[in-house]
């Protein structure tokens, strides 16, 4: 595993300094990078997403766990370098995919989709933070394939994740993650476990995917239940009754719990989808 002395020698090797602009500040306690990967369960054989590898200090655990990862890198000088270090060493185990992990901001590098192909995969990474929601929310409602996240992003990102109903934290990402599997907190991280040390809290969580919904549930509802959802959180503080005028001219069959005197924030993750499914099914009317 990369010591802080061996970072700077590889920044030093690569002619680089971290970019803030980036979210490059880089995981430097090992204990908490082998938290990490503990907390995954990832064996030998296993196929992993790491998006922002950096000079790749987390991939090398993975690398030495026996995983077949695929990392994705948007700076170039690091490609180079994992290039001209890991990949060499590892040429059987180890994809380098150069730019941005999305396509847009909606959906997933096309070269990503095209590498992991149907494979079952995790996602382990220390997220680049301006990256983190857009990409997380991209894997759950378009890659049933996806079967859980391991990562380390902004504090407040993961209380979004796993937040209750009737918080300010409250929302679309909330109710997707909750709907589609289950999420925890694996550690809270210091400002000193990074250098350079970052301005903002971290936290390090757990999102698994249900089986049970990934066999019930029509993998193309969820990206539609996103939308939806996202709709009628632009109207948080309105009444359901006039949210669901805007988004159908049609009656709606309300779910029960529901009504329109409810607001989108005060909604279950279970009963949010409940209030999607029926207004998808008065628009198709």
Same mark, same amino acid.
């Given at each position: 595993?990369?010591? /802080?002395?061996?970072?700077?020698?590889?920044?030093?090797?690569?002619?680089?300094?971290?970019?803030?602009?980036?979210?490059? $500040?880089?995981?430097?306690?090992?204990?908490? +990078?082998?938290?990490?990967?503990?907390? %995954?369960?990832?064996?030998?054989?296993?196929?992993?997403?790491?998006?922002?590898?950096? @000079?790749?200090?987390?991939?090398?655990?993975?690398?030495?766990?026996?995983?077949?990862?695929?990392?994705?890198?948007?700076?170039?000088? #690091?490609?180079?370098? /994992?290039?001209?270090?890991?990949?060499?060493?590892?040429?059987?185990?180890?994809?380098?995919?150069?730019?941005?992990?999305?396509?847009?901001?909606? &959906?997933?590098?096309?070269?990503?989709?095209?590498?992991?192909?149907? !494979?079952? #995969?995790?996602? *382990?990474?220390?997220?680049?933070?301006?990256?983190? @929601?857009?990409?997380? /929310?991209?894997?759950?409602?378009?890659?049933? $394939?996806?079967?859980?996240?391991?990562?380390?992003?902004?504090?407040? *990102?993961?209380?979004? #994740?796993?937040?209750?109903?009737? %918080?300010?934290?409250?929302? @679309? =990402?909330?109710?997707?993650?909750?709907?589609?599997?289950?999420?925890? +907190?694996?550690?809270?991280?210091?400002?000193?476990?990074?250098?350079?040390?970052?301005? *903002?809290?971290?936290?390090?969580? !757990?999102?698994?995917?249900?089986?049970?919904?990934?066999?019930?549930?029509?993998?193309?509802?969820?990206?539609?239940? &996103?939308?939806? =959802?996202? &709709?009628?959180?632009?109207?948080?503080?309105?009444?359901?009754?006039? %949210?669901?005028?805007?988004?159908?001219?049609?009656?709606?069959?309300?779910?029960?719990?529901?009504?329109?005197? $409810?607001? +989108?924030?005060?909604?279950?993750?279970?009963?949010?989808?409940?209030?999607?499914?029926?207004?998808?099914?008065?628009?198709?009317?």
């Amino acid at each position: 595993m990369q010591t /802080l002395s061996e970072i700077r020698e590889l920044l030093a090797m690569a002619r680089h300094e971290p970019k803030r602009a980036l979210g490059q $500040n880089f995981l430097i306690d090992h204990n908490l +990078i082998r938290k990490l990967v503990d907390a %995954s369960g990832v064996h030998a054989g296993d196929l992993v997403l790491e998006i922002g590898p950096g @000079t790749g200090a987390l991939t090398v655990e993975l690398l030495e766990r026996g995983c077949q990862v695929v990392a994705c890198e948007l700076d170039r000088d #690091f490609v180079r370098l /994992l290039n001209e270090t890991l990949v060499k060493n590892h040429p059987e185990q180890l994809t380098i995919i150069e730019g941005d992990c999305l396509a847009d901001k909606r &959906s997933v590098h096309e070269e990503i989709i095209e590498t992991i192909a149907d !494979r079952p #995969f995790k996602m *382990v990474a220390n997220l680049p933070y301006h990256a983190a @929601t857009p990409v997380m /929310l991209a894997l759950m409602t378009q890659h049933p $394939n996806c079967i859980g996240m391991y990562t380390t992003i902004q504090h407040e *990102v993961v209380e979004r #994740f796993g937040a209750s109903p009737g %918080s300010k934290t409250y929302g @679309t =990402i909330s109710i997707v993650a909750q709907c589609l599997g289950e999420v925890s +907190i694996i550690a809270k991280l210091a400002p000193g476990c990074f250098w350079p040390q970052p301005s *903002v809290g971290s936290a390090m969580m !757990r999102w698994e995917r249900s089986l049970e919904v990934t066999t019930n549930e029509d993998p193309d509802w969820w990206a539609t239940m &996103s939308d939806m =959802i996202q &709709s009628l959180f632009q109207r948080r503080r309105k009444k359901l009754a006039g %949210s669901v005028k805007v988004m159908t001219k049609n009656h709606i069959l309300w779910p029960d719990g529901v009504s329109g005197d $409810n607001r +989108i924030d005060a909604l279950t993750p279970t009963q949010a989808n409940a209030l999607c499914k029926a207004i998808a099914q008065a628009q198709s009317a």
